[in-house]
């Protein structure tokens, strides 16, 4: 059992960085594949990083490639998103989510594959 809480959400402006984390509770979050996703009003949830228990294989959507950063400090039991560059459209609701299974393929980008879940952290990026 992992129970996950994010924090450090808020108003930032285009262009400015803004840092996300995830505290997870429980012994299985160092055996763990840890994803962030992100939900716009209107919107599907949708894939924003993933990084694999060990910390070793990270992978990003298209849309933040180059701009955010998945980290996690396995001793601290947390994750991070460190987002910079940040437009109006990333603004959504950041959740953290946590996986058993190691992933084949692409799966780590479903909701569906991912056993626990946060509940959110509002990011708001004004242009």
């Known amino acids: 059992q992992v129970q996950l809480v994010e924090s450090g959400g808020g108003l930032v402006q285009a262009g400015g960085s803004l840092r996300v984390s995830c505290a997870a509770s429980?012994?299985?979050?160092?055996?763990?594949?840890m994803g962030w996703f992100r939900q716009a009003p209107g919107k599907e949830r949708e894939f924003v990083a993933h990084i694999s228990w060990s910390g070793d294989s990270t992978n990003y959507a298209d849309s933040v490639k180059g701009r955010f950063t998945i980290s996690r400090d396995n001793a601290k039991n947390t994750l991070y998103l460190q987002m910079n560059s940040l437009k109006p459209e990333d603004t959504a609701v950041y959740y953290c989510?946590?996986?058993?299974?190691?992933?084949?393929?692409?799966?780590?980008?479903?909701?569906?594959?991912?056993?626990?879940w946060g509940q959110g952290t509002q990011v708001t990026v004004s242009s």
């Open positions: 989510a946590a996986a058993r299974v190691t992933f084949s393929s692409r799966s780590y980008r479903y909701p569906m594959n991912y056993d626990y």
């Open positions: 429980g012994r299985a979050f160092s055996n763990s594949n």
